[in-house]
């Protein structure tokens, strides 16, 4: 059981926008750790995708945003495309645990 | 062109040790804004960190597996190695080497890039 919970899936038709949560607690999201976003598409290694919570790395595109309330923070992907279908991980820092992430969440273009 | 590749054995019996090495190239590891980490993936699961290095020696290890695992910085300075002792086939994984990016210091450092995983898998 992670210690950032997504959830396992979601869904979208190609132009749609979805949403993906990450919910934590006052020992890492909500005790202000940044969060981090990665996409890993089968068969390869995750690449980040957001930083600190809401920067994008050069060539990222802008459809991926990022934002944080709270113990939770989301991930954002608007105009979903079918290369947009992988596994996305957030990962943040625990005070007792370090490094964390997320269970990961499937994104499925309808 | 900055590059990270994993390399060891893909096979292993119960209660043998993992070493596996990453050999960093276009980066120098002594930056003082980089940790240099590894996570693993068991097949079907999510990503799990296993520690970081600091080019200093300094070591942060996941609580859960701190018994087992030690990480070094190799004396060249050009890669870092994992050693996993005593492992089960719960230690069959993916495992993946990163750089930590860590400019607002090790409590925001994040992973980019990452080597293209090596599978160890253990059994008898």
């Known amino acids: 059981q992670s210690v950032l919970t997504q959830p396992p899936s979601v869904s979208g038709a190609p132009g749609q926008r979805v949403t993906i949560s990450c919910t934590g607690s006052s020992s890492n999201i909500g005790a202000g750790y940044d969060v981090h976003w990665y996409q890993q598409v089968p068969g390869t290694a995750p690449k980040v995708l957001i930083t600190?919570?809401?920067n994008r790395p050069s060539g990222v595109p802008d459809r991926f945003s990022g934002s944080k309330s709270g113990t939770s923070a989301s991930l954002a992907i608007s105009g979903l495309r079918a290369e947009d279908e992988a596994e996305y991980y957030c990962?943040?820092?625990?005070?007792?645990?370090?490094?964390?992430f997320g269970g990961g969440t499937k994104v499925t273009v309808l | 062109q900055r590059r990270l590749q994993e390399s060891g054995p893909g096979l292993l019996k119960p209660s043998e040790t993992l070493s596996l090495s990453c050999n960093v190239s276009?980066?120098?590891?002594?930056?003082?804004?980089?940790?240099w980490g590894w996570v693993r993936q068991p097949p079907g699961k999510g990503l799990e960190w296993i520690g970081s290095i600091y080019y200093s020696g300094a070591t942060f290890y996941n609580p859960s597996l701190r018994s087992r695992v030690t990480m070094a910085v190799d004396p060249s300075k050009t890669k870092f190695t994992l050693q996993l002792i005593s492992v089960t086939a719960a230690d069959t994984a993916v495992y993946y080497c990163?750089?930590?990016?860590?400019?607002?210091?090790?409590?925001?450092?994040?992973?980019?890039?990452w080597g293209q995983g090596t599978l160890v898998s253990v059994s008898s």
């Open positions: 276009g980066d120098p590891i002594a930056t003082s804004a980089y940790y």
């Open positions: 990163a750089r930590q990016v860590a400019w607002g210091g090790w409590f925001s450092a994040y992973f980019d890039p």
């Open positions: 600190g919570i809401t």
């Open positions: 990962q943040s820092y625990d005070s007792r645990l370090y490094v964390v």
